[in-house]
């Protein structure tokens, strides 16, 4: 991927390209990419002055961070134990099969990002599914096709 080091540049100089600055840093080039692009995390080392290692290991510790490309629609199947004894494998299944993905992967096209998660604390509406910040109680594979209305 081609990165725009002036919008990486204009990252790193807001926060000074101090060290402690690393995890803001990161996070608003994952919020301009949705992900954090190896090139981008290799350029912030070289401006940082630390190594590489040390930037991914952030990038890698924290789960918020993804080191794969996600798609501008974040969808995240709850799968904890009240969503699935109530089917939100079929809810999954169903998600898999339309978007011709399989969970953790994004779509071809950029749109689409499916996760799975444990618990978002919602359970007495499960089968949950969390599209971007929005949450869809009681969810079967039919009422997927609702949810992915461009599709
Ligand atoms: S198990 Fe799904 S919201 Fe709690």
Redesign the pocket.
Known sequence: MTIDESKLDSIINEYKAELGSLIPILQDIQAEYNYLPQEAMEYVAKKLVIPEVQVFGVATFFKSFSLKPRGKQQIHV?M?????VRG?KNVLGELERKLGIKAGDTTPDGEYTLETV??????AI???VVENEEYHGQMTPIKVEGLLNNR
């Open positions: 709850c904890g134990t009240a969503c699935h939100s444990n618990c978002v604390g919602a359970c499960g089968p949950v």
